[in-house]
Every structure is written in C-alpha cells, then in structure tokens.
Nanobody, 123 residues
Framework: QVQLVESGGGLVQAGGSLRLSCAAS????????MTWFRQGPGKEREFVAA????????NYADSVEGRFTISRDNAKNTVILQMNSLKPEDTAVYYC????????????????WGQGTQVTVSS
C-alpha cells in the first residue's frame, strides 16, 4: 500500500508556471506507475499525464502536451508535474494516483489517490 500527498498548488496568472509534487510513502514509489488527474469545477475527473515506474515512458493529454512535463525521482519517492504556459482552463483540483502498472486514462481504474491540490489560473 502507498500513501500519496500532493503539494504545490496555488493561484497563478495565465501564462505562468506551477510545479506540483506528489510524495509517496509506504511502499517505494518505484513499485508504482504514477498518473496525474484533474477535476475542474462542474467537470468530471480527467487524465493529465502519466509516467512509468522507472520514468522511461510518459504520456500526456492533448490539452497539456507541450506545456506540462511529468517526471519522477524514485530516490525521493516523488513525482513532479511541471506546468508552464498555464491557461484559465487548467483551473482544477489536481490529484496524483498510483497503481502497479499504467491503467489507462480512466480514473476508476486506479487504486491509490492523494487528497488533491488546488490550482487556480486567473485571466
């Protein structure tokens, strides 16, 4: 079992950047593929980005491709989501999720979740 804690959210102007972190405790993070999701106001939770257990493979939602970068430091049990060129439509609660393998883009497929961190992008 793994516990996940997100941090780094906040209020930023459009065009700005934020760096979200997801700290894992319990089993080592290298035991899990890690995925970021987000849920905007009145919207369903949606896939943002994913990274394989050792960071060799990543994939992104079309809406964030080229602006967001997912990375991981297994020595620190941390996964990072670097968000650049933020837009108001990126406003959401961002969640990290973990599972023993990449489960695709449906949030229902993931076992372990953090509590989320709020990102607000003003226009």
């Amino acid at each position: 079992q793994v516990q996940l804690v997100e941090s780094g959210g906040g209020l930023v102007q459009a065009g700005g950047s934020l760096r979200l972190s997801c700290a894992a405790s319990g089993r080592t993070s290298s035991s899990y593929a890690m995925t970021w999701f987000r849920q905007g106001p009145g919207k369903e939770r949606e896939f943002v980005a994913a990274i394989s257990r050792y960071g060799s493979s990543t994939n992104y939602a079309d809406s964030v491709e080229g602006r967001f970068t997912i990375s991981r430091d297994n020595a620190k049990n941390t996964v990072i989501l670097q968000m650049n060129s933020l837009k108001p439509e990126d406003t959401a609660v961002y969640y990290c999720a973990a599972d023993v393998m990449y489960r695709g883009r449906s949030p229902a497929a993931y076992t372990y979740w953090g509590q989320g961190t709020q990102v607000t992008v003003s226009s």
